[in-house]
């Protein structure tokens, strides 16, 4: 005798993902919701120094004032849930609301990793090609990339959303996540993933890490040009301007690779979570904090914005 289901489409989650912290539960919220303002407070004045300084111009800052926008786009979606269900142990979010956020994070990964991509390649150019840099990295090829880099990032994420969009999800509706991930949403469904799957697989292996490749082979490039100068001074002066960019690559693509690259087997949700954490929410701290701290051109538009507001009755 064969039964049919009879399958009924959940029309909200139950997010759970942090529900174990007990004691623990209102300083870990006040860490996140420090981290989370602080990441909104830091960002935003990139931004506006990239806007209103003079002396953060160039193509650099323009590309950097994008990573600040995105990095408050990827907080901004995942962490005022996340504060929620640390605070309460859960947090309902209904269907189409968990399919948003699902797209939102999707696309602003894929766009970070995009304008990374453009940042290795500008500093590339400013090094090693420095008499064709001004004419190669102008104003229009500058917003050329940058809208490349938002197009593609959402076009490939709601190709993701319409390949979800016809799944069947007829319960339980728990997902052990602080946020809707692709991963924990796909594991509920009672329809056949194959094919969401393979898009998401051809596009993590395919174009993140083919952009991986591409930065670190013109960090190979950068390092050759600059042990080519003589003098250790001017060494060191050239590589601090690419310096800060470096350390933004390695701890977004090492936690990245770590979380999605690596192989399930062996690691523990607990861990995946750890880590979804760190990049969702502590990683886009570290932009604004690291090009503040080695970035000379930005500690002196903050100096100077800050004493202009000083001055002011």
Known sequence: ???????????EF?????????????????????????????????IVLVSISQGCQSPMYFLLGHLSLCDILISTNVAPNT??????????????TCLIQMI???????????????MSYDRFLAICSPLRYTSIMNQNRCCYLVLWTWIT?????????????????????IIDHFFCDLAPLLELSCSDTSAL???????????????LIFVIITYVCIFISILKITPMSGRKKVFSTCSSHLIV??????????????????YSLNLNKSLSL???????????????????????????LFSKDSIQP
Not at 17 to 32: E, R
Not at 104 to 118: D, K, M
Not at 154 to 166: C, G, I, K, Q, R
Not at 249 to 266: E, H, M, N
């Open 1 to 11: 005798v064969i039964l049919k289901a009879n399958f009924t489409n959940i029309q």
């Open 14 to 46: 139950l997010l759970i993902g942090l529900k174990d912290l007990n004691q623990f539960q209102i300083p870990v919220f006040m860490l996140f919701f420090t981290f989370y303002v602080a990441t909104i407070a830091g960002n935003l004045l990139i």
């Open 83 to 96: 504060l929620k269900v640390i605070i309460l142990g859960r947090s309902p979010i209904s269907y189409h």
């Open 104 to 118: 939102l994070f999707g696309g602003s990964a894929f766009i970070e990793c995009c304008l990374l991509t453009v």
């Open 153 to 173: 990032g959402f076009l490939f994420s709601v190709m993701a959303y319409l390949l979800v969009l016809v799944l069947q999800f007829c319960g339980p509706n």
């Open 197 to 211: 799957e393979i898009h998401v697989s051809v596009i993590a292996s395919g174009m993140c890490v083919s952009q």
């Open 249 to 266: 690559v390695s701890i977004y693509y090492g936690t990245l690779i770590t979380l999605y690259l690596a192989p399930a087997r062996g």
């Open 278 to 304: 760190f990049n969702t929410i502590v990683t886009p701290l570290f932009n604004p904090l690291i090009y503040s701290l080695k970035n000379k051109e930005i500690r002196k538009a903050t100096a100077k």
